[in-house]
């Protein structure tokens, strides 16, 4: 073994990932410049590359520099680099950097690197504190790389968490081995060296490998918002409003209605059946567990003509606000187009779905020159429950069919749409099944 330890060239393997960190810099840099500013931390982990860079060929010289930059400098440095990291893993997930800890961790490591070179006698105390130092940064950058809930971090995030906690946990093993005095000898310490060495080149690879997969997901996941988003009130719009009601309605006729989003198959009755797929298919909600809430401004078009498109603007963006502050966070809001909107409802009962329909009716009424820059306005709203057996798409019109009602009923109302009837749902064409009018008097 101490033969092949003997065959191992260290300057040249330092050379080539001296060469592995300038290029993952790079690329990391050219992503940098490249995504949105929304996307950070990349310009830290850039840093953080071309530093190991560098301390990979100051380890790799040898002769004409004195020992301080020799051994001193590149130990500083990898400390640095580790914390960089976790900074940048940090303010990648919009949490707040810890920057009084990480200048600690890495001055505590300057200041043991400097004590190990002046003080030869008691080096190995303070060289196993610089691994433990570089180790913990390492971990802290691990923690940093799956800061958000598990269920929403990327395969990316695991990938830099995999490389920084195996390069932590080696750092803090070499520190124990030293403090015990195992690498006093030359050839453990020889092999010991090139094997942090080797998994230090695999984290690096790891790290930038993930850091690339978390900011293409990052930027995926701003694109696929940037799409789904009305950008005039910041809901839904029309296309992703029904593609996340027919997800949802989809879901429930999978799992009897048991599963919350996000949830697997195994949550609820485990494997879907074909007929179950083909249920789904088509939208069918399987129990009164999903409402439908419909809503239209009062007089819109005359709000346009007498003030114009920019205050039409205005109170649509003002709608937006009132349906995001009116709903749970389980509910989903969406711009059918227009001046009408629709919430879908998770779990509502005929109460709850009441209740939200007069906060929404509330709060439109207390809006206007004193809370937005638009005119007061009144909205219609209208009310339907799925119920079973009935497509998503009744339970809409039940719903779009109770809104008319109540603009036909005097406006500034809402209507709570009969209880749906599975056997005459296609002959109910005409005339619009609903319920008395409710909340008919607007608050003074």
């Known amino acids: 073994m101490n033969a092949v330890f003997a065959m191992f060239h260290v300057p040249t393997f330092l050379v080539v990932m001296a060469g592995i960190g300038l290029l993952s810099a790079t690329l990391i840099y050219s992503l940098a410049r490249s995504y949105p500013s929304t996307i950070r931390g990349l310009h830290e982990q850039a840093a953080a590359f071309a530093i190991i860079a560098a301390c990979q060929v100051l380890l790799a010289v040898r002769g004409p520099l004195p020992p301080m930059w020799l051994v001193w400098l590149p130990n500083v440095l990898q400390c640095v680099a580790v914390s960089l990291v976790a900074a940048a893993m940090l303010r990648f997930h919009g949490r707040r950097r810890r920057r009084p800890a990480l200048v600690a961790l890495c001055v505590v490591n300057a200041a043991l690197a400097a004590f190990a ?26 923690v940093g790389a799956t800061a958000r809930p598990v269920r929403s971090t990327s395969f990316g995030a695991w990938t830099v968490t995999l490389g920084m906690s195996v390069l932590g946990t080696v750092c803090l093993m070499r520190a124990g081995s030293i403090f015990m005095g195992a690498e006093a000898a030359a050839a453990p310490a020889r092999a010991g060296t090139i094997a942090f060495m080797f998994i230090n080149a695999l984290a690096m690879c790891a790290t930038c490998l993930g850091t690339a997969l978390m900011a293409s997901e990052r930027l995926s996941e701003e694109l696929r918002d940037i799409a789904d988003r009305d950008a005039l009130t910041g809901v839904c719009n029309r296309r992703a409003f029904f593609a996340e009601a027919q997800r949802r309605a989809a879901g429930l006729s999978l799992h009897g209605g048991a599963c919350r989003r996000g949830a697997g198959p195994a949550a609820a009755w485990g494997v879907a059946t074909r007929r179950d797929r083909e249920v789904a298919a088509d939208g069918f909600v399987p129990s009164a567990r999903l409402g439908i809430v419909q809503i239209d401004l009062d007089h819109f078009k005359r709000l346009n003509d007498t003030h ?32 009408e909107f629709a919430a879908l409802i998770a779990e509502p009962s005929n109460e709850a779905l009441l209740a939200v329909g007069d906060r929404i009716l509330r709060a439109a009424r207390t809006t206007g020159p004193d809370t937005t820059d638009c005119p007061a306005f009144t909205v219609s709203v209208g009310l339907a429950l799925g119920a079973p057996g009935e497509s998503l798409k009744d339970c809409m019109v039940r719903a779009d069919r109770a809104m008319y009602a109540a603009k036909h009923a005097g406006r500034d109302r809402m209507v709570l749409a009969e209880p749906h009837q599975a056997h005459d749902h296609e002959a109910a064409a005409g005339a619009p099944a609903v319920a008395p009018l409710m909340s008919a008097a607007p608050a003074l």
Do not use: T
């Not at 920019?310 to 711009?335: F, Q, T």
């Open 117 to 142: 070179v002046s003080h030869p006698e008691h080096s190995r105390l303070a060289w196993g504190g610089v691994a433990f130092c570089v180790g913990i940064g390492a971990m802290w950058a691990a």
């Open 308 to 339: 114009g498109h920019p205050i039409g603007d205005k109170a649509l963006a003002a709608m937006g606000r009132l349906l995001a502050n009116s709903l749970h966070a389980n509910d989903i809001a969406g711009r059918l187009g227009g001046e």
